[in-house]
């Protein structure tokens, strides 16, 4: 996880920061820690408010089929993202995609960036490019109010592998869980780069 070591964190109550947070949240391993009734009702919920009424059949039906949906999401999680055969299908790490190696110069890049503005990886973390890093960098420059930080980093170092990395989800995918976090990802981060995400105050 990136940290501030000046500055606690706080509770998300910027809109774009909690909608970053949860989708980081999303892209962890599942665990019942979780992965459980409250998060499927905002998963549910954020779906509903999208227009996403298709998606949401989808995913109940696929839910409602499972023996162990927990197991099931563990298991692709895993075959898309950390270990698959013949080869990871997804790898979640923007150097794969621009520098075509596991730790390249992206990677050292965005780490200075999160130093830059008084952020660095918590102990243990892992590498400092992974998407749930940087969707949680972006959470908190939206928390803070950063948004020229936030544009900045999305345009120069988010959007460039992302969609690479989206379309590889989307068709190597197995499960509509992952299929509909990643759109959600998209969805967000182009909304935000574009034209903010605000509050509807009508």
């Known amino acids: ?7 606690p964190i706080q509770s998300a109550t910027d809109h774009i920061a909690t909608l970053y947070r949860f989708c980081a949240q999303s892209m962890q391993y599942p665990d019942s820690e979780w992965f ?3 998060y499927l009702s905002s998963l549910y919920g954020l779906l509903d408010a999208l227009g996403g009424s298709a ?17 099931e999401l563990q298991i692709e999680h895993t075959r898309l993202f ?11 790490y923007g150097s794969v995609y621009l520098d075509k190696t596991l730790r390249g110069k992206y990677s050292d890049d965005i780490l200075l960036y999160y130093r830059s503005l008084g952020y660095d990886l918590a102990a243990h973390a892992d590498l400092p ?10 959470s908190f420059l939206a928390e803070d109010g950063n948004r020229e ?9 988010f959007l460039p592998w992302y969609p690479m990395f989206a379309a590889q989800v989307k068709e190597e995918a197995q499960h509509p869980f ?25």
């Open 55 to 71: 998606e949401k059949e989808k995913l109940q039906t696929a839910f409602s089929r499972s023996k162990d949906i927990l197991e």
């Open 82 to 92: 950390i270990n698959g055969l013949p080869h990871v299908a997804a790898p979640p």
């Open 149 to 157: 930080g936030e544009e900045e980093f999305l345009a120069r170092f």
């Open 178 to 202: 992952y299929r509909i976090i990643v759109s959600f990802i998209d969805f967000f981060t182009q909304e935000e780069k574009e034209y903010g995400v605000q509050h509807n105050e009508a």
């Open 129 to 138: 490019d992974s998407l749930i890093h940087q969707l949680e960098f972006l």
């Open 36 to 38: 459980s009734e409250n």
């Open 1 to 7: 996880m990136v940290t501030n070591p000046k500055m």
